[in-house]
């Protein structure tokens, strides 16, 4: 059961990586009630999403052995 849960964790964290370095790559804007996020923090947000998604996968990989 855990091993499934670090594999999906690791799934949605890339996607969102994925969706945060297009938002960044492409300048899309991001409007949250009056604030527009600067694209600098969709890039942070790509790489932390990255580590967590890598993390999620090397657990999942060390549960096998």
Not at 44 to 53: D, F, H, M
């Amino acid at each position: 059961m855990t091993r499934a849960y670090e594999t999906i964790s690791g799934i949605v964290f890339a996607a969102v990586a994925l969706a945060q370095a297009l938002r960044a790559a492409n300048g899309w804007t991001l409007q949250v009630a009056a604030w527009s996020v600067p694209i600098w923090m969709s890039w942070i947000a790509a790489v932390v999403a990255t580590g967590l998604s890598v993390w999620a996968f090397r657990r999942t990989r060390a549960r096998r052995r």
